[in-house]
């Protein structure tokens, strides 16, 4: 085809084109001006092909998909802490155990989930191990409890966040919605500006927090070496030791608290698409990093937390971590500032996380077919925009539904990571079962053994919390499933409804057509949807619907004076209304047509007046809206718009016919 | 035509039929239902022809379009009290001389406005008569003034009849805006219900009303004439004496708190032809009535107060009227309940004033292009919907924004009135001066004395409140006028553009077609797509667009097989969006059309599946959604859908060509 239009595409043989960037600006004013201002806060957009050099390397990944189990370090000892107080000072020893428990159990779930990378490359992490594994209804409980927990995720991470800042800086409790409204929006414009960019902007405050939560334990561990530690005195608002026996119960409660470090384990798994090749093992070993680096914050600080006698304070006062890093940086030092700011920000961004996983899970569910498609689409910077938006709105409504205080919403959160742990588990069990290649049996054990753990936690944290909030899981796990179910129903019902056979080849059509236009009175653009309409038939017919006989009249003067060769049929309407006539008119027309004659199709020509704006569309083409509403559904029926621009009314001029009498 | 569909039409001649009942209820069986249950709700559709069966008697007119006026009598008497006693007992003597000015004035409107009623049988009033006597910009000063007068009664009126009821239940103070939603909803309800119907609903309230308070004005009557009159004893909570001094400001003060008892006035004007025949003359004579037993009521009790030395209360105390009643019949006898009833039922009913003239004056205004056309459409029970369900909602919101206190709007309320009063005073003055048949002398006589009175009230309220609210008129009536011109500018722009010279004979156009038919795979809905586009033209192309080469591949090979004869033109898309590409393919065909011939109309066809409920409309067709909105704005070019329904997939099936390959 012609030169100029290779401006538009690249041609790959007879009928296959490529699109150029500039085939994408095209449009009205209105949308460029909105694509520069997208491109300016979004980025340029970006083709299917560059998704490659959007990848992430394994140290911006950890930043991304750590922050959320990472920034689980700054307070899963205090969780711990926080039961085993209950018992003495003597049981706060205890702690140390409980926290290596936890890591052995992260250290499971890690290796677990380290396979489910190998195994599952094109991730999805729990959903698709036990959809293939289990049954599509386990997959879809895992999805459910998932898409839960990161909405949850994002919410309290993000009031805590806040509550962390409120606790230097009182005044903020007066803004928290503002603060919360502003930061959740900078994650999702980060986000919509696609995956790479988000990485650079949210690796530092990552990084730094691990490099000074490494010095504290690093200067714990020295002085602990060096004999220097010894405990310090009691914050004045410190928790009073309670007298509770040390039993099992309690033990399980302080394991099921501090357990709370394993959230967000499962984000790599979900993700695996998103690493530059060779994904599955640059997934995996991340997946090893992040679980190591994990481990040593939260046993490091534990021990810290116990060598130097820290204790947990009341509502507003300073958290573990605080005092630990007041205790290895010194009160007020610099790096005590910084590490403070960084366990501030790095609670922030375990919402982005989720901002990954969510609109990534999302998109595989919808190429399931069980959520919308639209999640599966890429936006201009090849991020999820649908899910990334969805994720934002609900945890913004969620947070402003609370006021800011998310605290209630925690044991639901924890009853869907146990969850999808269990099921993930159970899954992987099988999947060795079912594969046997080398190793299997140690690898079955390894998550069998996970499993059992991990739905062990799964029974104390329901059985503890079950009254708190975690009976809504019971609740919404289910809705969110028989929604999915739902969707997939109209999907696969639509699809079996429009599927062609394949041995059908399908020939011209021989059938008769019929135009009707309703017009309502003589304009331009009657005129030209009438000429539209006599290029489809000579057979065409202008119905004019009105409730006053005398405008009636009128019109018919003026079309079959200006309008020579169409039938105008005058229809007095007495009950006003346009749609229901037109359709008996149609039926009208079907019971006219001669029976020995195949029936024709009925061509609908609506004349439209282009709205531009939003009052024009007040203002304008309220009776066509309606007519296209109750016209689609008719059988043999065919709707055709005829818009009328008026800035370039060339349809009705140039050529179609409107030539002046000559007289 | 055939018999059988004379159950939809009767014929009245070529191409000339007449809707019967019947051809409105071939709608969707869910429109079937919704049909059912609002001819429950509103009554059963009516006809414009019925419309005259819908007109009003006088005695149902005076109770819908005065309940306003008359109302007024229930505080108007309290306005002028509460000003005169800040200058002691003797003061409140005068306030039979103000309530007589007032009465005066009274007397003037109304007779103006009779004269309106005669003038202008159209209806519309203050507008009408200002924009044919003086300017259209005054006409829609006017205009606005009274639309926001409308409002403001809707919202005043449901107030006070709630703090009405609560100075006897106080417990109401919690639901007020629960009992406003559900006392508008009603009256929204007997509204949309049509003319007569809300007529018969309102009828007995206001009799009531009207009744019992000639009662009480009768009784006293009898006992000051009898000499049993004697100053009953004050009221624990009443107001204490002033210290004033009773000059000239003061007066002027009581007059304009007491000339409220003006407000819905002019609703009988704007409502000429919702009359019996002859409607000016019984339209007049109701305003007259009306006037009459205004001013009975008015003057009666204000001479009732000061002969039984009533004096007005600290707020939540007992009102006026109260006091009289009580007085009257004897506290806590079965009429004095029955009257504190039906006072504030009059109150609630105040508002059905408004909702019959706010329509009626926005249809008049639509009908001059002011306000969008959808005003001016009557519903099926002859209703003006849209004005009724747009003052219902504005006014509820109000109520609500205010929290159910409306006092601070009363300002407003009365400077829009005297606003409306001057101008259509000051048009009527014009009009006999253009005029002068018999009788002008003295007619112009009277409105120039209107006018100048109803001028030095607007003069002394605006510059009592403007403070207060006054002020916001400034803002509003010139927003409101400003928007009104903007619409009509609208409408008179695309009028002209629209436009069909009268001496222009439309032929029949030659002009090639050209089709086009995106297709997101293949389906029977595109399969369908492709052979409506077959009927419409040979020169026809599938567009398939997508970012995955494989599946384009896939595509073309089915395609291929399955449609022959149908070229394919595949389009790959690398920034993944569909309308860009389209439009620029649809660039490159206009491109490679031989230059001389004449540019051919392209058919862009959109294979469509019917959505038929919310959730389908968000499952599917949101791709065809953004097409439909990108390609409307595009010259030359027509949109086609092509609805595919799963019931009946009878365009696929039946006809079009697709058969099973002949193997």
Redesign the interface.
């Given at each position: 085809?012609?030169r100029?239009?290779s401006l538009?595409?690249r041609y790959?043989g007879h009928?296959?084109?490529?699109?150029k960037?500039?085939?994408?600006?095209?449009?009205?004013p209105g949308e460029r001006l909105l694509n520069r201002i997208r491109a300016t806060v979004f980025g340029r957009?970006?083709?299917?092909?560059e998704e490659i050099g959007e990848r992430l390397s394994k140290k911006k990944a950890l930043a991304i998909f750590s922050s959320d189990a990472i920034s689980s370090s700054a307070y899963a000892t205090e969780e711990i802490l926080r039961v085993l107080v209950l018992a003495g000072a003597s049981a706060l020893l205890l702690s140390v155990e409980v926290a290596i428990a936890i890591a052995l159990l992260l250290t499971v779930v890690s290796v677990s989930y380290r396979q489910v990378c190998r195994a599952y490359p094109g991730g999805g992490g729990a959903y698709v191990v036990a959809r293939t594994n289990l049954a599509p209804i386990f997959g879809l409980i895992a999805a459910a409890a998932l898409l839960i927990d990161y909405v949850m995720t994002v919410a309290v991470s993000t009031a805590s966040a806040i509550a962390q800042i409120q606790s230097v800086v009182p005044a903020v409790y007066d803004i928290r919605i503002e603060i919360a409204f502003v930061s959740i929006s900078l994650i999702t414009i980060a986000n919509l500006r696609g995956l790479r960019e988000s990485g650079n902007i949210f690796a530092v405050p990552t990084y730094l927090f691990v490099g000074l939560a490494l010095a504290i334990v690093a200067i714990g561990a020295i002085r602990i070496i060096g004999g220097t530690a010894a405990p310090m005195a009691a914050e004045p608002d410190a928790v009073s030791f309670g007298t509770e026996g040390l039993g099992v119960l309690l033990l399980l409660k302080a394991f099921a608290g501090g357990s709370v470090a394993l959230t967000g384990v499962e984000a790599i798994a979900n993700g695996v698409p998103a690493f530059k090749p060779p994904e599955s093992r640059n997934a995996a070993n991340t997946m090893t990093a992040m679980a190591v680096l994990l481990g040593i914050l939260f046993i490091g600080l534990t021990v810290f937390a116990v060598q130097f006698g820290l204790r947990p304070t009341l509502a507003g006062g300073p958290s573990i971590v605080a005092l630990a890093a007041r205790t290895a940086f010194g009160d007020g030092s610099a790096l005590f500032v910084t590490f403070a700011a960084s366990t501030a920000l790095i609670l922030f961004l375990a919402a982005n996380t989720s901002f990954n996983a969510f609109p990534r899970l999302a998109a595989i569910l919808a190429e399931d077919g069980y959520m919308?498609?639209?999640f599966s689409?890429?936006?201009?910077r090849l991020a999820y925009s649908w899910g990334i938006v969805l994720l934002a709105g609900v945890a913004f409504l969620l947070l402003a539904a609370f006021g800011g205080d998310t605290h209630a919403l925690i044991p639901l959160y924890s009853v869907g990571v146990f969850v999808t742990f269990t099921l993930s588990q159970v899954g992987m069990v099988r999947h060795w079962w079912n594969e046997r290649s080398a190793g299997w049996r140690w690898r079955m054990a390894v998550n069998a053994g996970g499993a059992v753990l991990t739905a062990i936690v799964l029974l104390v944290v329901v059985s503890e919390k079950f009254v708190d909030g975690a009976y809504l899981v019971v609740i919404l796990v289910p809705t969110l499933v028989a929604m999915m179910l739902?969707?997939k129903h109209?999907?696969t019902?639509?699809n079996r409804?429009?599927?062609?056979?394949?041995?059908?080849?399908?020939?011209?059509?021989?059938?008769e057509?019929r135009v009707v236009v309703p017009i309502p009175g003589?304009?331009?653009?009657?005129?030209q949807a009438?000429?539209?309409g006599?290029?489809?038939s000579d057979d065409i017919r202008a119905v004019y619907i009105s409730?006053?006989p005398v405008s009636a009249a009128d019109v018919r003067t003026?079309f079959e004076?200006?309008?020579?060769?169409v039938?105008?049929?005058?229809?007095?309407?007495?009950?006003?209304?346009l749609?229901?006539?037109l359709?008996?008119?149609l039926?009208?027309l079907d019971?006219?047509w001669p029976p020995d004659k195949?029936?024709p199709?009925t061509?609908v020509v609506i004349p439209?007046?282009?709205a531009?704006s939003w009052?024009?569309r007040?203002?304008?083409n309220?009776a066509s809206k309606r007519l296209?509403r109750?016209l689609?559904?008719?059988?043999?029926?065919?709707?055709?718009?005829?818009?009328?621009?008026?800035e370039?009314?060339?349809?009705f001029e140039?050529?179609?016919?409107?030539?002046?009498?000559d007289?």
């Open positions: 085809m012609e100029p239009h538009y595409f790959q009928g296959q084109l490529v699109a960037p500039a085939a994408y600006v095209a449009l009205t957009p970006l083709s299917t092909e919308p498609r639209q689409f890429r936006g201009d739902f969707i109209q999907y019902r639509s409804e429009l599927a062609v056979a394949p041995d059908l080849v399908v020939r011209a059509p021989h059938r057509q003589l304009t331009r653009a009657v005129v009438i000429n539209v006599r290029t489809i409730d006053d003026t004076r200006q309008v020579p060769g039938t105008l049929v005058v229809v007095e309407s007495p009950y006003r209304a749609s229901g006539p359709l008996a008119y039926e009208l019971a006219a195949r029936e199709i061509f439209e007046y282009v531009r009052w024009e007040i203002l304008y309220q296209r109750v689609l559904g008719r059988p043999h029926t065919v709707l055709v718009n005829v818009p009328y621009r008026r370039d009314p060339a349809l140039s050529a179609l016919g409107a030539e002046h009498a007289q």
